[in-house]
């Protein structure tokens, strides 16, 4: 029998408290060192997201979507950073990050593809036209607003990088602004309640399109900033040709999946698998040609079997998708989020103005444009609270303005200030404008109470 010295309750301790220190040689991480962490983030991760998620629904009457993107913010810098650096660098370590961010596309991706089985073309037949006019006014609108506030930036030093052009400059903020939380807006309309309806289709259609506009104008930045072309060229042409082929050709050739499905009354492992590999290829597709491999996964569910197929696929992927995959992105992005870079009064005011100019850009084009198109004053309301949601998805491309140089840390900060103020306001607006009489007329159900989910 073994006994206990001194010596070795030392070493025990040592060994407890060097359990997050880089133990690869010349203190770099190894593979254990990785896998250790992984584990540790999804716990505090889904703790973080449930709890969050769940004081906003109590006290605030936010969906858990939104409640998930603050809590990102809480694991980064910005909080959990900011009181405990030491910890937050500990357990969520830069070279950690990549291993979160395959999660985190793999997560949004899946969460956007069954949001794509969800999609009612019928709907967007019959809001075609006002879809359309949404759309354009939600991006021609912040455009010009662009024009006119970037060339009253790019006089403040560190913005903006230095010796950008105008046309850069105005280019990626109006692509900013005219972003709508694709992912978020999805979320957010399953949680409302609008899944199946008009509304929730037209401005699911006009979000997607801004969105896939704004990845484009960032492409033609990027190329003229100084990575060639090739780029711009290879993400607009080659994202066209995967969408006409997968609109065109794709319900055809996955149509034998959903007879296979309704014949057996479940879905089997070997359809599951199909299902999968082919969301993956759309989404490699769509991620290599530089557009965003979410756009791959949505394109690719609007063209599976319906029915039986979709319920059973609903069944055996949601549940993991929401609950640990999709925290991941919210989480990642939060790593990135640094709130603190807005620290003197100049500073503030320009987050201000970029705040208000955003919202009256992107709320006030769409509200006129669904009017004019003969929506109701209700309706548009409605439409324009939801497409001035930017959330996570305007935290990615000022991430990769960040990283490629086309912003400064400032600018940046701001950028995230207005994405958090306006998907947070988004939905108790909704709420406010349309969704509390809809609901009392019965138009929409009650809201689920998803606080004990």
């Known amino acids: 029998m073994t ?3 001194p010596d070795m309750w030392a070493h025990t301790l040592e060994t407890i408290t060097t359990i997050l220190s880089p133990h690869g040689p010349n203190g770099t991480y190894n593979a254990n060192d990785f896998s250790i962490r992984f584990f540790l983030q999804i716990g505090l991760i889904i703790l973080t997201c449930r709890v969050v998620g769940w004081l906003g629904q109590k006290f605030l009457a936010q969906p858990q979507v939104v409640g998930e993107m603050i809590a990102g913010v809480i694991l980064g810098p910005s909080l959990l950073g900011l009181l405990f650096p030491d910890l937050q660098g500990a357990i969520f370590p830069k070279e950690s990050r990549n291993v979160l961010y395959v999660g985190a596309q793999l ?12 999609f009612r073309a019928d709907h967007f037949a019959q809001k075609g036209k006002s879809a359309a006019a949404v759309s354009l006014s939600g991006i021609t609108v912040p455009f010009l607003m662009a024009v006119l506030i970037t060339p009253w930036l790019l006089t403040v030093p560190g913005l903006f990088a230095e010796g950008i052009s105008q046309v850069n400059a105005t280019l990626f903020m109006g692509a900013c602004i005219a972003l709508t939380a694709f992912p978020m807006l999805a979320r957010i309309i399953n949680e409302r ?3 199946n309806s008009s509304l929730g289709t037209l401005s699911l259609t006009a979000g997607a399109f801004d969105d896939a506009v704004s990845w484009c104008v960032l492409a033609i930045v990027l190329a003229t900033f100084g990575g060639g072309p090739g ?12 969408t006409l082929f997968v609109v065109f050709a794709g319900k055809r050739l996955l149509a034998p999946l959903g007879r296979m499905v309704e014949e057996r009354g479940e879905m089997s492992h070997t359809v599951l698998a199909i299902t999968l590999i082919a969301f993956a290829t759309s989404a490699f597709v769509m991620d290599a040609v530089g557009i965003h491999a979410i756009f ?3 394109i690719l569910g609007t063209v599976m079997p319906r029915g039986k197929f979709t319920e059973e696929l609903k069944k055996k992927v949601e549940p993991l998708t929401v609950i640990l995959l999709l925290p991941m992105f919210f989480t990642y992005s939060g790593l990135n ?5 807005v620290n003197n009064l100049e500073l503030l005011l320009i987050a201000l103005a970029i705040l208000a100019v955003s919202i009256l850009a992107k709320f006030g084009a769409c509200y006129a444009a669904a009017r004019l198109t003969g929506e109701d004053n209700r309706t548009a309301l409605g439409i324009g609270a939801l497409m001035n949601s ?45 969704g509390r009489k809809a609901r009392e007329s019965g138009e929409l159900g009650a809201l689920p109470d998803r606080a004990a989910d």
Do not use: H
């Open 390 to 434: 930017r959330g996570l998805m305007e935290l990615i491309i000022i991430n990769i303005g960040l990283q490629k140089g086309i912003i400064g840390p400032a600018l940046f900060s701001m950028l995230v200030l207005m994405a958090i103020v306006t998907t947070v306001m988004a939905s108790p607006l909704f709420e406010a404008v349309y």
């Open 193 to 195: 309640g609008l899944a």
């Open 231 to 242: 780029i711009a060229v290879l993400a607009i042409g080659g994202g066209l040709l995967w």
């Open 3 to 5: 006994v206990a010295t």
């Open 296 to 298: 791959g996964g949505f």
């Open 107 to 118: 997560g949004v991706g899946l969460y956007m593809f069954l949001v794509g089985c969800t």
């Open 337 to 341: 989020t640094r709130l603190d870079m």
